[in-house]
């Protein structure tokens, strides 16, 4: 079993930042890859950036420039560091893994999501 667990929300202004850290635990044999999605009231989750294990990175349109996705693989952790948030930055933030447990099979993990609020 493996275990995601965010940190990091919370109200910021427009114009701040916010860091967000995300750790994966439990019976871990690979991490194919680590990002964040995101879902505002009424909308579908998105995915906002994404890195993959020795690989690429992604990142939406919309928050390109802005936001900077980055892992410390000997932590299993995965941060997004968020610049010039703005009001439409409004959402829940949850944490993705693709991750091997017990064979090289990756399955989807979830961490239970965090508010970040962008308001004045």
């Known amino acids: 079993q493996v275990q995601l667990v965010e940190s990091g929300g919370g109200l910021v202004q427009p114009g701040g930042s916010l860091r967000l850290s995300c750790v994966a635990s439990?019976?871990?044999?690979?991490?194919?890859?680590m990002g964040w999605y995101r879902q505002a009231p009424g909308k579908q989750r998105e995915l906002i950036a994404a890195?993959?294990?020795?690989?690429?990175?992604h990142y939406a349109d919309s928050v390109k420039g802005r936001f900077t996705i980055s892992r410390d693989n000997t932590k299993n952790t995965v941060y997004l560091q968020m610049n010039n948030l703005k009001p439409e930055d409004t959402a829940v933030y949850y944490c993705?893994?693709?991750?091997?447990?017990?064979?090289?099979?990756?399955?989807?993990?979830w961490g239970q999501g965090t508010q970040v609020t962008v308001s004045s």
């Open positions: 993705h893994g693709a991750i091997a447990t017990m064979t090289p099979v990756g399955y989807d993990y």
């Open positions: 439990g019976s871990i044999f690979k991490i194919y890859t």
């Open positions: 890195s993959v294990t020795g690989g690429n990175i």
